[in-house]
């Protein structure tokens, strides 16, 4: 009954006690269903490091050809909100969300990569951004290492944080 499913993924995507992947889970049903999400609004709700991978591993795992295919708004409110993220909270929510994305085959992950590529500018085949030749945890912990030396630069006056 597409109607009970829907109003039963409707109260289980609404329910802040409901676990991420579980409410994740429950949005990416209803929007398979047909019926259309705020999937950037409630990708903002979730927005917390230990709780984003996994509510995008339950989207993902029932509507990524949603989200590949319909409003780009959820993969440009998923990149403002890692690049918000300092160094500790990105290593925190990595591995979740590289789960997360595991759910998309090599050619919806270009997809991806091609959005993210407009969102900054980048003219580089998709291909070359997903092939990844370091160890991505070791990427991360270098962000983590340059973020710590911002902020000596910073408070030593030697750097204003903003490139110069």
Known sequence: DPAGALAV????AADAAAPPDLRGAALGLAWSLGEVPDAARAVRAVAAPDTLGDWLGGLFALAREEVVSGDAA???????????????DFLVALPALRQAFGW?????????????LALHGGDA????????????LLVAAARAVEERVDAVLTREGLWEGDGT
């Open 104 to 116: 998309f085959p090599p050619r919806e992950r270009a997809e991806v990569a091609r959005h993210v």
């Open 125 to 136: 085949p998709s291909g070359d951004v997903l092939r990844l030749d370091a160890d991505p």
């Open 74 to 88: 959820l993969l440009t409110v998923v990149d403002e909100l890692l690049a918000s993220m300092g160094a500790h």
């Open 9 to 12: 993924s409707g109260r289980v």
